[in-house]
Structures are given as C-alpha cells and as structure tokens.
C-alpha cells in the first residue's frame, strides 16, 4: 500500500519509521510519504491560510495550495482514497479501518488552522474517492495526530505488517465487547494475585471467564456498545 500525507508539519509523521510501521516500510509491504504543503504556495511568506469568509475567529486554509499538491500526487489515471481528517467527519472506526487497508493508495490530507476551505473537499471528489473523518468527539489543534492514529489502526491490518497473524483473528473473534484483562509473570505482586482461574489450567472455564470479565467492562465502560 501506498500511503501520502499532506501537512505544513511533515515532521510529524516521523514517528511512522519506528517500531512495526518502519519496519514494513523496511519491507516494501509499506510506501510511506509526508509532504510539506509549502510546496505548493509561491509567495514570499509561502501563505497557507486567510481570515474566514463570513467572519469569525481564526484563520482557515487557502484552497490553491492544496489543489496544486492534489494535482501532483494524485495519479491522473488512478482513484485512490483521499481522507480529510476532520471532527466534523464520519466517525473512524475498526470497521472503516479494515476496508482501508484493503485499498492500494491512500492519500491524507491534514489540515491546521479551523481547517481547509470546503471547495477543497468538493473539487478532489473529481480526482479521488473522498472521505471526511474524525478520530473521535473532541478537537485537535490540526489533522496530523488524528492521521497518524488512523494509519496505525490500517496498516496493522495489512498481511505481513504484523508477525503474529494469530492476534489478529483472535481480535475479530471479540464480538463488539471490550477486552479482557490480561495478566503475566509474577503470580504474585505488591501483594497482588493473578485470578487463580488462570493458573488453574482449565481452559474451558478461563474463556467462560475472560467472556464475563469482557462483558462486565463493556457495562460498565461502554453500555452504548450493549444496546446495540
Ligand atoms: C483540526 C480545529 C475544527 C477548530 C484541522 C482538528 C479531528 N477527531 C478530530 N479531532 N480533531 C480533529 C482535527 C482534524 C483536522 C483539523 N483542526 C482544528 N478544527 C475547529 C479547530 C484543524
């Protein structure tokens, strides 16, 4: 898979070579690339932003920048996916995170600012599959960080990212309910113990137990996920 990302902060994407991520990259599973929407300004303050038409407070993106930085890294004669991070999107979820990383190229385009004029939106539906997406109901000081997880959550999901495919399959095995709790060596610690049902051996009656502790977490941290 082919990943783009469009930032005035490109650095931030760094974090992207560590660990798994940098290690697909290594690999070829991964084509990782930030760039830095300056690129595409051509005065002398390399100007991104302008006051709100409408008034209000703060300043929102330009449109030309991001049209010219489209124009270069969308292929003429491909459609990829291009996502507009946004908490003003569709909410991203394991769902939406599984049918990206089925895709070949990915393009985020990450905002600053109160965000990016909406013609910008409008006019990349021409050129590419478009998405607005938030990480979840609170706001951000710009789009990047919001990326960054997305693209975690993708590429973990693409063969070969990950080595232990087991963890994976045991994950969709979950059912909606949150996790249970997980627990290693010491037995005993500060005091502590290990649920007893997990040193027992008995492994019918650990999954019945891990099922209980899942549901009674979901009660208690996510009702909204029982009344579906
Ligand atoms: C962003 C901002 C709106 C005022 C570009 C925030 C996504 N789930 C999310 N939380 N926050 C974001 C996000 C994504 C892109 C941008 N801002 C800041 N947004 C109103 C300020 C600008």
Redesign the pocket.
Known sequence: MKIDAISIFPEFFDVLGLSLLGKAQDQKIIGFEAHDLRKWTSDRHRTVDDSPYGGGA?MVMKPEPWGDAFDEIIPKDQRPTLIF???AGIPFTQKLAAELAAKSHLVFA??????IDQRVVEHASGQAEVLEV???D??????EV?AIAMIEAICRLIPGVIGNAESLSEESHNSGLLEYPSYTKPASWRGLEVPEILLSGHHAEIEKWRKDQSLSRTKVNRPDLLAE
């Open positions: 703060g991070t946004t908490p990450c905002g600053r600012y109160e965000g938030s990480i979840g609170y706001v951000l000081n710009g789009g919001a």
